[in-house]
């Protein structure tokens, strides 16, 4: 595609319900990445994907949130037990390589609201 | 922790005037410094971004300019248009491939 696809756009999940959100990096993107940005703040990292191999964690804000990439291409984040506090647009950024001069292009995210 | 820190939070702006928003970072191992812009209901989009081998980079109507001894960078919008009015992220990382930290943000209005 022409860039980064995330869907649903918008998700709407009572409190204690799973979700599982999707991107689509942009193709051949070796690395990909989920942040979190709360209403009014800056993302904030998740999580680092380089193809398969999730390099970096660090980001998760509990053993709820888990994320996979298992064929290097398309990405799952998925919240178990969502609390209100999950509350947010989960962006996905993608980038040719983690070499110098890389762009990471963004998605439109998806709107999460925990009820 | 917030590592970077961007000020002001909200910014008004006449048509054709300067818009000027200001970063300051800690981590001394960040290399790379771009700004994002992001329209309501969009992802963030690079704009400019600059590494601290050097004071200024200028693309266009935007500047960046960066103080390494100050550990501070900032964003001038010259002749500052209507279509401007967004929002605008400061970020660093290690890499220009590795994880954003991204500032708080700041909300330009341009006013025609």
């Known amino acids: 595609g022409a860039g980064v696809s995330q869907s649903p756009r918008y998700k709407v999940a009572k409190r204690g319900q799973d979700v599982a959100l999707r991107c689509d990096p942009i193709?051949?993107?070796?690395?990909l990445f989920w942040y979190q940005q709360a209403l009014g703040q800056g993302p904030e990292f998740l999580t680092y994907?380089?193809?398969?191999?999730?390099?970096?964690k660090s980001g998760l804000p509990s053993d709820r949130f888990f994320a996979e990439r298992p064929e290097g291409s398309v990405s799952t984040l998925k919240i178990q037990r969502t609390q209100q506090e999950d509350s947010a647009v989960y962006l996905c950024?993608?980038?040719?390589?983690?070499?110098?001069?890389?762009?990471?292009?963004f998605g439109q995210g998806t709107r999460l609201t925990v009820v | 922790q917030q590592q970077v820190k961007q000020s002001p939070q909200s910014l008004i702006v006449q048509k054709g005037g300067i818009s000027i928003i200001n970063c300051a970072y800690e981590?001394?191992?960040?290399?790379?410094f771009p700004w994002y812009q992001q329209f309501p209901g969009k992802g963030p989009a690079l704009l400019i971004a600059?590494?601290?081998?050097?004071s200024e980079k200028k693309e266009g109507r935007f500047t960046i300019s960066f103080n390494k001894s100050a550990k501070q960078f900032s964003l001038h919008i010259m002749d500052s248009q209507p279509g401007d009015s967004a929002t605008y992220f400061c970020?660093?990382?290690?890499?220009?491939?590795?994880?954003?930290?991204f500032g708080t943000g700041t909300r330009l209005a341009v006013r025609p």
């Open positions: 193709s051949g993107h070796v690395s």
């Open positions: 981590n001394t191992a960040f290399d790379y």
């Open positions: 600059i590494r601290p081998d050097v």
């Open positions: 994907f380089q193809n398969e191999a999730q390099l970096d």
């Open positions: 970020a660093a990382s290690k890499s220009s491939g590795d994880k954003l930290t």
């Open positions: 950024a993608s980038s040719v390589d983690r070499g110098s001069s890389t762009e990471a292009f």
